[in-house]
């Protein structure tokens, strides 16, 4: 009763409280049990007031490798989620807490995990030393890392993907200041896609087509992945210009390719469905809706790898649609046209419902309290803001999605940068004219976090 109490796991019953053990209800824990218990644990560090030094240090009672072990914890439970159904998701970075039992803390994956940690929890918190110590870690990663695909006869293992992937991301996540848009950019991701290419042939990794495998009322329906390079291939043929292009017929492929994400939606199970768990009340149309606060429905998910990918679905029809209302402009299609930007705000209502799921801490909460509070008061996993900023960043380039949307998405992504240490999502918030490959690098780093 005690640790329930003081909120705290209980270590149960050992041989000095042996005067006590009748009122032990389980006996001790498998050995094999224990190593798998999650070492996850949220960061309770408090902001740090400005221009007070002092408060800018690990707490005194934690010694510098605590400090790091803690930092691992804090990763572990922002961005690591495990499936409770395999069928229907694959979660999220699930191998890593297990990994980090079997290898300790001192491998190049586990100090990345760390960097990232440190350095998002450092924003938030005001505590420039945090930073410096990611930083520091990222720079000593990185070289031994291009070392290790520099040797083209070393086998990439497992776990250093896993680094690329997070060191590859954590550049641009967490310092939004060393994003680079330019080709320069895409350069490097392209490096850490051709590594993860090079070690599914060698090691057998899970293919990329699993990752959105999930279970569906019709057995005989077009794998997801295979929409996924449809649309690269229209997205390729709209960007080509010329006076000989079949509009038309053009226009036709992504009607029919856009029906066909609608119809992969609608053949999932009703498991991996959103399911609508209540309504945010209309405020008062000349404020500015507060992140959460967009007024309809707020729709709640198996978990937020099922969350995730729904909104990706989202996102590419809504890059049919855009090709579709331009294609229709140009022939002068207007009745096409006004039919798609219907379409295209109700896609966008549909991201906007599940902000909070992928926000807020404690979502049934967030409803109770929502009439009278003004902004999220205890933000959830940096997992949501991170499958969660392309979607929305794809929404705000629309210029047919009505202006508040837009305004609304975009001030979403700016709290994520601000409050949940995602430098990134500052980057996508202010930035118009982002290169499209760097953006499409970008998203396959964030998803091979479901291939670990």
């Not at 070392?147 to 967490?174: P, V």
């Not at 209309?282 to 606060?293: A, M, Q, S, T, Y």
């Not at 209502?349 to 902000?355: D, H, K, M, R, T």
């Amino acid at each position: 009763m005690r640790c329930i109490r003081a909120r705290r796991t209980c270590g149960g019953y050992g041989d000095v409280f042996k005067p006590f053990s009748t009122f032990q209800l389980y006996g001790p824990r498998n050995p094999k049990e224990v190593a798998l218990l999650s070492i996850a644990r949220r960061c309770t560090i408090p902001r740090r007031t400005a221009n007070v030094p002092s408060q800018d240090v690990f707490p005194p009672e934690t010694s510098q490798e605590d400090g790091e072990e803690l930092a691992l914890r804090a990763f572990i439970y922002d961005y690591c989620t495990v499936s409770a159904n395999k069928d229907l998701s694959r979660g999220y970075l699930s191998n890593l807490g297990a990994m980090s039992y079997q290898v300790g803390t001192k491998p190049g994956f586990i100090r990345a995990c760390q960097a990232i940690s440190l350095g998002s929890h450092g924003k938030v918190l005001r505590r420039p030393l945090f930073i410096e110590e990611a930083e520091s870690i990222y720079h000593e990663l990185l070289g031994s890392f291009a070392r290790t695909i520099g040797e083209k006869t070393s086998k990439i293992e497992e776990n250093q993907i896993l680094m690329a992937m997070l060191l590859d991301g954590n550049g641009e996540r967490n310092n939004p200041r060393r994003s680079c848009c330019s080709r320069k950019g895409s350069r490097r991701n392209d490096e850490t896609q051709r590594t993860c290419a090079r070690s599914s042939r060698t090691n057998g990794l899970p293919k990329v087509s699993a990752v959105f495998s999930t279970s569906s009322c019709n057995s005989r329906e077009v794998n997801f992945v295979d929409l996924l390079s449809h649309l690269d291939m229209m997205m390729i043929k709209s960007k080509r210009k010329s006076e000989k292009r079949p509009i038309s017929q053009l226009r036709q492929q992504c009607i029919e390719l856009e029906a066909s994400f609608h119809r992969w939606q609608n053949s999932r199970v009703a498991e991996f469905q959103p399911t609508t768990v209540g309504t945010v009340e209309n405020r008062e149309l000349d404020e500015d809706i507060p992140v959460g606060f967009w007024p309809g429905s707020v729709d709640t998910y198996l978990d937020l790898y099922a969350a995730g990918v729904w909104n990706l679905c989202r996102g590419a029809r809504l890059c049919l649609i855009t090709m579709v209302i331009e294609y229709s402009a140009e022939l002068e299609d207007w009745d096409s046209y006004n039919e798609f930007v219907h379409k295209a705000n109700h896609v966008a209502e549909q991201i906007a419902a599940s902000v909070p799921y992928h926000l807020t801490d404690n979502l049934y909460g967030f409803l109770h309290q929502h009439v009278e509070k003004a902004e999220i008061e205890h933000s959830g996993k940096s997992l949501g803001g991170l499958l969660l900023m392309h979607p929305l960043h794809i929404a705000t380039q629309m210029q047919f999605i009505s202006p508040k949307m837009r305004q609304y998405m975009q001030r979403c992504l700016v709290w994520i940068g601000q409050d949940m240490g995602i430098g990134q999502a500052l980057v996508l918030a202010t930035t118009s004219d982002l290169d499209l490959e760097y953006l499409t690098s970008s998203c396959m780093v964030i998803w091979a976090g479901f291939l670990s």
